[in-house]
């Protein structure tokens, strides 16, 4: 998050520099830009990741197996039992989404109902819980404006210098050409260090719910079982999103090769390690 803010700053003071007040005019549109388009969001993302995934919201009678699980996992964590969706896809994974846990949802896939044993499924269903009692979702917006607020400040700082602009009132014009190869450096790479910071918070919060649903069922090893038979698929979901790739337990492009830096998750591996060695 200090990243986040030192980034900002940077930019900010590019801008005011180069451009006088009229820079810093343009930082606050660009982080008021960002905070309205994120605000629907962090009010319809919910229902907007839910239907792009496919999911379906089931009742008691549709599935008790699933329904008694998550309802004696909610009363544990001390939270409202969320709503329960099911995504008909023979891939297993799953999330949560929602902006407190009293707007809040799971989703789960056939794959997994039917591909993991009980304590298997209860770990990730409690995995999935933590997600909603640890207000992750809320901490993942307050990342998205920030990557938003970057982005836009970036992208108008690029186009600034690349069509021309009035310049700092300052006659110093080497003062001037050392803030511009500044400013060209930070607009230029300021949206990829965004992106490597978004990504780097939300394999934190995986591992945070890992321990937080670990704490839950007080069996680490049902979660770590879980995890491996899922790492064990090589069947990506039908309808992954690259928007929605971070909320699930593990990422839905299976057989594809991303660079640690850049995954929504951390390595598989290394999750099981740290719940094995609770």
């Not at 060209?184 to 945070?208: C, D, G, N, T």
Request: proline fraction near 4%; charge should be positive.
């Amino acid at each position: 998050m200090l990243g986040f803010i030192l980034v900002i700053v940077g930019l900010g003071w590019v801008w005011g520099y180069y451009y006088g007040e009229g820079g810093y005019f343009i930082t606050i549109l660009a982080a008021i830009f960002a905070m309205l388009m994120t605000s629907v969001s962090f009010f319809a993302g919910d229902k907007i990741a839910l239907a792009q995934s496919g999911a379906h919201e089931i009742k008691q009678g549709d599935n008790p197996y699933v329904w008694r699980m998550v309802e004696n996992l909610s009363i544990t964590a001390g939270i409202t039992m969320p709503k329960i969706h099911i995504i008909d896809d023979p891939a297993m994974n799953a999330f949560a989404t929602g902006r407190d846990p009293q707007h809040s949802s799971i989703a789960l896939t056939t794959g997994i109902i039917n591909g993991l044993e009980n304590e298997e499924l209860e770990g990730v269903i409690a995995h999935e819980l933590s997600h909603v009692k640890n207000y992750d979702i809320r901490i993942m917006m307050v990342v998205i404006v920030c990557v938003g607020i970057i982005t836009l400040m970036a992208d108008w700082l690029l186009r600034s210098f690349i069509w021309g602009g009035r310049g700092s009132k300052d006659n110093n014009k080497q003062g001037n050409g050392i803030v511009m190869i500044i400013g060209l450096v930070l607009a230029i790479l300021s949206p990829l260090f965004a992106k490597l910071i978004q990504m780097a918070v939300s394999r934190k919060r995986e591992f945070l719910a890992d321990a937080s649903g670990a704490l839950l069922t007080r069996y680490p090893e049902g979660l770590a079982r879980a995890l491996e038979k899922i790492s064990y698929q090589n069947q990506p979901l039908r309808r992954a999103n690259k928007a929605t790739a971070h909320l699930y337990i593990s990422s839905p492009f299976k057989g594809k090769k991303v660079s640690k830096f850049f995954s929504t998750h951390p390595p598989i591996e290394e999750r099981i390690s740290a719940l094995r060695s609770m």
